[in-house]
């Protein structure tokens, strides 16, 4: 059994052994365990719900766990504003936000992220017009390194909130969110397979003509799984409960899980679970809630990398990487899905000033990755990539500073706020610098 002060991630490959751990409840107790951190010399890192692949809230120091902060702080319907504590899971949030008519704009695929983690490395969706959850933030409230409780908004401190709002849990302690919501709405989703070839050649059209769009190719086949979902005026028409268990639940984690496990033990089935799994999910119409149609249950574990390249290059770099996987002797377990958002303005959003497309590559948990995430990344650094904060890859400061045009406005804000770095991991001594 883990000690008290042992913590891993969701995926299992990463660890640490925290010297403490702490559970603040108010940002007053957050200002007396980073105080007691520093008078021991002890670094600080904030963990969410342990979702990222990167060791990006490893730490050796004080580890300080989410739980005591996850309360709704304020809410103005009239302006669509809601702040809520720093800790509180997304589907506390999504579930608060349907309460009082009120939703997110976009959201990934999964919500069990806390609201602070989730923004910390620009978890996003896929938009035509909407970006990440970051992009959603209007004002946070943090303590610095210092002790300083401080609020920041685009009006206010707004450096800081440019750095702190996409800071990779390395320009302070986040203690609330603002978010920017608007009216509930309702999506319809239209699920089908289609052939690569034809989502490649159709991919501006199939980009344009729908509010969130992305697709799953199955390794070593032409298959894929396309999903679109565009607001609906209603009524809703929820998948019934035995299709969405039998798609959603059964599908997609019992029989994939079991056939993932299959594959795992006999790599050489891999490419019959591949075209089994492109053929499985037949199509499907329904309209929910949007973060109902959003998000689903990932339970079965793996690994990813996930890339953010131009969207000018997606279809050229797609091709690429099709060619690389068919062509080589890995056992690709998981499809490759991808989604697309806008540029934004965000400094370390990996979406900063360009229109933008997601390739994420996914490995059975236990399985091996390392040659083809190796040559996978090869293709996209060489178009400009930029990987997700909190999915594997290794990129350092050096890369980062070249693609990230705001890179040095975002170290000069951490060294003004955190000159001792009392919230450095080794993840951002790589990725940020000493
Ligand atoms: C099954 C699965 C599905 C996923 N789906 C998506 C997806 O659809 N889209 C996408 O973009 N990503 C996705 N991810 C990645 C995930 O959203 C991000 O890694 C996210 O950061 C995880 O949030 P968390 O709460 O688990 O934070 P953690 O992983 O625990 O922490 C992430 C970072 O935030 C920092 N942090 C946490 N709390 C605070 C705080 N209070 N103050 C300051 N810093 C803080 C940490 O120090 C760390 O640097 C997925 C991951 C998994 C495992």
């Known amino acids: 059994m883990a000690g008290a002060n042992e913590w891993s991630n969701w995926a299992g490959n990463q660890k640490a052994k925290a010297a403490r751990v702490a559970t603040p409840q108010s940002a007053s107790e957050v200002v007396e365990v980073l105080r007691a951190a520093a008078d021991d010399g002890l670094t600080v890192k904030a963990v969410g719900s342990?979702?990222?692949?990167?060791?990006?809230?490893?730490?050796?120091?004080?580890?300080?766990?989410?739980?005591?902060?996850?309360?709704?702080?304020?809410?103005?319907?009239?302006?669509?504003?809601?702040?809520?504590?720093?800790?509180m899971p997304?589907?506390?949030?999504?579930?608060?936000?349907?309460?009082?008519?009120?939703?997110?704009?976009?959201?990934?695929?999964?919500?069990?992220?806390?609201?602070?983690?989730a923004i910390g490395t620009g978890t996003h969706g896929?938009?035509?017009?909407?970006?990440?959850?970051?992009?959603?933030?209007?004002?946070?409230?943090?303590v610095l390194a210092g002790g300083e409780i401080v609020n920041c908004s685009p009006e206010q401190n707004a450096e800081l909130f440019q750095a702190a709002r996409l800071g990779v849990g390395a320009v302070g302690y986040v203690t609330a969110v603002t978010f920017r919501t608007e009216p509930a709405f309702l999506l319809t989703a239209r699920e089908e397979p289609m052939r690569l070839d034809a989502v490649l050649d159709g991919f501006d059209d199939l980009v344009a003509d729908n509010e969130h769009f992305e697709?799953?190719?199955?390794?070593?086949?032409?298959?894929?799984?396309?999903?679109?979902n565009n607001r609906a005026t209603g009524p809703a028409a929820p998948l019934s409960g035995f299709r969405h268990w039998m798609d959603d639940e059964f599908?997609?984690?019992?029989?994939?899980?079991?056939?993932?496990?299959?594959?795992?033990?006999?790599?050489?089935?891999?490419?019959?679970?591949?075209?089994?799994?492109?053929?499985?999910?037949?199509?499907?119409?329904?309209?929910?809630?949007?973060?109902?149609?959003?998000?689903?249950?990932r339970r079965v574990k793996f690994v990813e990398m996930e890339y953010a390249i131009p969207?000018?290059?997606?279809?050229?770099?797609?091709?690429?990487?099709?060619r690389t996987i068919?062509?080589?002797?890995?056992?690709?377990?998981?499809?490759?899905?991808?989604?697309?958002?806008?540029?934004?303005?965000?400094?370390?959003?990996?979406?900063?000033?360009?229109?933008?497309?997601?390739?994420?590559?996914?490995?059975?948990?236990?399985?091996?990755?390392?040659?083809?995430?190796?040559?996978?990344?090869?293709?996209?650094?060489?178009?400009?990539?930029?990987?997700?904060?909190?999915k594997?890859?290794?990129?350092?400061a050096e890369y980062l500073g070249k693609t990230y045009p705001r890179f040095e406005d975002f170290l000069g804000v951490r060294d003004r706020v955190d000159p001792k770095r009392l919230f450095a991991n080794e993840y951002t001594r790589r990725v940020f610098g000493e």
């Open 90 to 117: 997304l589907h506390q949030l999504n579930a608060l936000l349907a309460e009082n008519g009120l939703a997110l704009t976009n959201m990934g695929d999964i919500q069990v992220q806390t609201v602070a983690g």
């Open 50 to 87: 342990g979702h990222s692949f990167t060791p990006a809230a490893v730490t050796d120091g004080v580890l300080i766990k989410p739980t005591g902060l996850t309360r709704l702080k304020q809410i103005d319907k009239e302006a669509g504003l809601v702040t809520v504590e720093s800790g």
């Open 311 to 322: 969207r000018a290059a997606f279809v050229e770099v797609f091709r690429e990487v099709t």
């Open 126 to 142: 896929t938009g035509r017009t909407s970006g990440s959850i970051a992009a959603q933030v209007a004002a946070l409230e943090l």
């Open 215 to 228: 697709f799953y190719w199955f390794p070593y086949t032409d298959r894929t799984n396309i999903k679109r």
């Open 251 to 297: 599908l997609s984690n019992s029989v994939f899980g079991a056939a993932q496990r299959l594959a795992r033990t006999a790599p050489r089935l891999t490419r019959t679970v591949q075209k089994v799994s492109g053929s499985a999910l037949s199509a499907r119409t329904y309209t929910d809630r949007s973060d109902k149609v959003f998000t689903s249950p």
């Open 392 to 396: 594997m890859h290794t990129r350092d």
């Open 326 to 390: 068919n062509a080589s002797s890995w056992n690709v377990n998981f499809p490759i899905e991808v989604r697309v958002v806008p540029g934004d303005d965000l400094w370390l959003s990996t979406a900063h000033g360009r229109e933008t497309a997601y390739i994420a590559c996914h490995m059975y948990q236990g399985t091996r990755f390392d040659e083809y995430f190796k040559a996978v990344e090869q293709i996209f650094t060489a178009h400009e990539g930029r990987p997700h904060w909190g």
